[in-house]
């Protein structure tokens, strides 16, 4: 009944992106003239919600780069500089291991070119490579035209031209940030850990008696509270916009993956937990509060609003940290997120304040304050010290430094994780500890947790992969030893055996050693020859999800099984930019009256018309009569309903 289940799951996956002929960016293109003889070139890509187009200037060994060329072969126009573009959203690809630019909703290029007398029209191309959070296309051609519309005068004219597609309608996209609630969640829950710090929990109490001596009845005090907890969170609301306006939304993510940006960064968070461990407190000058602190005594809304700021000033130095903290993070999202993100921490911060003002009596079902409003604290500076060292780590890693490689990142964090384990089992003491007669039940059940996940990172330093904080340290190949120390290449006590020699054509992937063919042909003969299924993997080399899949679902026992000994794979590579011999160039079946130039096309096609989908990664069984097994599958990133789908299609051989 189980399989039954995950067969039915992998097939209802499977119709939700198959048979499917993806097409997710439209190119516009205009012409601005600058003068008489010289005009900019721009083209438009309208990108779909949730994909992303990549720079002209990717890495090597990245991702395929946006291309654009201009056919000049008659001499009619002069290309002057190189084409130009946005400044689009910069990420530290963890897969790839390198920062990656590319372009999300909509980006413009332009290119300025010198045009003799009569030349109305400029032709070109632009090759594109575009993913998603699940698949990758190939890459895609597309033909540009520029027409040159002149007038008598020099002024300055822009021209739109129709849309290069198929296509009759597009639609504005509106820009879409996958990260704001999670933004909003981590900060809601940092606002939390803030209300429980010696700075802010005590004024609980304090500030409700205030309130509580201010209304005359329950009404009126429930009427303030809500104004108070409103006024709290409006101050916070008012940093973030502050900080987004002041940078601008992009800059804040530009800022935020800039190398220099990120070493100050580090220093920043370095200062914030050392404060957080007791070396000093970060204050606000005390003029400050007590100013604020005048203006609260003269009622109404002005005072109540006075109130909620003198609380902000009082407690900066348990929450300034945090804010500062949660401000840097949001950055690097852009747009909206430090708005969102100081929303969500405000309103942690005003909802137990607004509430106890309003029912005075649940004071009393508080917990004292004591020494473990303190070692909440603490465990927060240790948090904010692992947390800098990433922003280190994505600077080492633009520079190529190799200073803070995967192994010495880890070892880092398993220090840093490691004391902190000590610090709750009480072994180590700070300045601002009371003494610690016995260990409570909630700082034992911390200290395992803390002590399990120091654990579960020492493999790391042998190469284990480290699923749960995989977003945290350098990619595998930024280390020392790439394969792990100790690792055997073979691994997993499986082997090609029943192959004998490697057959030509074929050769082994590493880390795992599984043979595979990068030729259809050839790998069917060698299939027949032998008499095993074939396994077709449409997969590229700039793509994200092929990688995930090969790094964390393969090399799982069951699978690796399968691939290295009861099927014969064949990968089939559609951004492969190697160009086909003389006699294997033929028409393009999907664009009459072009040809294909290289191995990748061909694949590209052979999945797009048989099986009516351009995206990868596309996992197919099939027997020697070239017919499916099972029904196809793509992105499966459950290694339970990968293995039922790959052994549910052999035993169908």
Known sequence: MKQFILVLSVLIFSLAGYSQVLDPVKWTTSVEKISDTEYHLISTAIVDQGWHLYSQNVPENGPIPTTFVYDDSEGGFKIIGNTEEEEGHVVDDPVFGMEIKFFENKATFKQKVEVEAGES??????????????????????????????????????????????????????????????????????????????????????TVSFFTKQSKNKAVGIKNAIIYGICIIVIYLLLGIAVTGIFGADALNALATNVWFNIIFFILLVVFAVSFLGAFEIMLPNSWANKVDS???????????????????????????????????????????????????????????????????????????????????????????ALAFKFLSQADLVLQLHILEREVFIAIWIAIFGTLAFYLFGKIQLPHDSPLSHISVGRLSLGLIVLTFTIYMIPGLWGAPLNIISAFPPPQDYSESPYGVGFSKLGLGVSNASHGDL????????????????????????????????????????????????Q??????????????????????????????????????????????????????????????????????????????????????????????????????
């Open 503 to 550: 057959p030509e054509g074929s050769h082994l992937l590493a880390p795992h050693d599984i043979m595979a063919f990068d030729d259809y042909d050839t790998g069917m003969a060698y299939a027949r020859k032998i008499g095993k299924p074939v396994m077709l993997d449409f997969t590229g080399w700039a793509c994200v999800n092929c990688r995930k899949m090969e």
């Open 552 to 653: 964390n679902v393969w090399p799982d026992p069951k699978v690796l099984n399968i691939l290295k000994n009861d099927v014969v794979l064949i990968s089939l590579y559609v951004d492969d930019k190697r160009k086909l011999e003389a006699g294997e160039v033929v028409e393009s079946q999907l664009k009459p009256g072009k040809t294909l130039k290289y191995i990748g096309q061909k694949w590209s096609e052979l999945q797009t018309i048989k099986y009516k989908t351009n995206s990868q990664p596309f996992y197919v069984l099939i027997d020697h009569n070239e017919e499916n097994l099972i029904t196809p599958v793509a992105y499966t990133p459950d290694v339970e309903t990968y293995y039922t789908w790959l052994k549910t299609g052999t035993e169908n051989f």
């Open 295 to 385: 203006q609260a005594d003269r009622g109404g809304l002005v005072g109540i609003f006075f109130m909620a700021l003198a609380l902000a000033i009082v407690s900066f130095s348990c929450t300034g940290p945090i804010v500062g903290t949660l401000l840097v993070e949001a950055a690097s999202k852009g747009g909206l997120a430090p708005v969102i993100g100081m929303f969500g921490f405000s309103l942690a911060i005003a909802l137990p304040f607004a509430l106890f003002a309003a029912f005075p009596g649940w004071l009393n079902s508080l917990p004292k304050s004591g020494g473990w409003l303190n070692t909440v604290k603490v465990v927060l500076g240790f948090l904010e010290l």
């Open 121 to 206: 029209s400029i032709s070109g191309f632009v090759e594109f490579m575009v993913c998603d959070d699940s698949r990758c296309l190939p890459p895609t051609e597309v033909d540009l035209t520029f027409q040159l519309h002149k007038d008598s005068g020099n002024r300055l004219e822009a021209v739109e031209d129709e849309v290069i597609d198929s296509s009759t309608h597009v639609e504005e996209n509106q820009e879409e940030n996958k990260g704001l609630f999670a933004i909003f969640f981590i900060a809601f829950l940092s606002g939390f850990a803030a209300l429980l710090t010696p700075c802010v929990f005590p004024m609980i109490p304090m």
